[in-house]
């Protein structure tokens, strides 16, 4: 056994379901990978197979411990749960970037943390889980991996569209005018965009990302997270 077969398996133990070494390799090659390695197999019909369980495993398991939500609010709580920034955080908790197989490009650019790469892996996962181990254990796995998210599903729907939240619970509690002030820095090829999203005259939070529209949702998400925290 090579030692990369060792390291998944040790991640086999912490899904907590024993997924074949070729399978759970499979579910961890990107594109990247495979468009390197000479067209090798890569983990994209896995991660369409796992978004159908994974979509209905969520689906149920809000239906049946949320009995007085209506439809709307299910919906809501599914979107936010099996958005790409919830599957991200899945994956970076478990630490699901060391063991993927990418490209030299990815590698150069930060992919084992990229959230889209991340969410996808979680996904082509749930997908080997049903194919190694049959439906019930896939959805037992959704379950295991989801549940502790279920608490503040409203943080997960934010960081889809953190200007928008930002800007309803400022409207909400009277907080005054938003406005953002953007900044760059670096050469043009890697130039890095720092936003702050002021309440008023007040900063509220700054963030930073490689398009302005990036560091601006970032700074409303940090701006979003504090204002539901109790002590700020």
Partial sequence: MTES???RSDLSSVLGVEIGPELLELALTHRSFSYENGGIAHNERLEFL???IL???VTVMLYTE???LDEGELAKRRASLVSTVALAEVARTIGIGA???L???EELTGGREKSSILADSVEAIIGAAYVSRGADEATALVLRL????IDNPDRFGAAMDPKTSLQELAAHRNLGALTYEITDSGPDHLKRFHASVLLGDVVAATGE???KKQAEMAAALLAWTNLQDPHQ
Avoid: C, H, T
């Avoid at 989801?146 to 998210?149: E, M, R």
């Fill in 99 to 101: 063991y993927l197989r």
């Fill in 5 to 7: 077969q060792v390291s």
């Fill in 50 to 52: 796992g978004d159908s």
């Fill in 66 to 68: 949320f009995p007085f």
């Fill in 55 to 57: 979509g209905q495993a």
């Fill in 103 to 105: 490209g030299r490009g």
């Fill in 146 to 149: 989801i549940l502790p998210l």
């Fill in 209 to 211: 990302g490689s398009s």
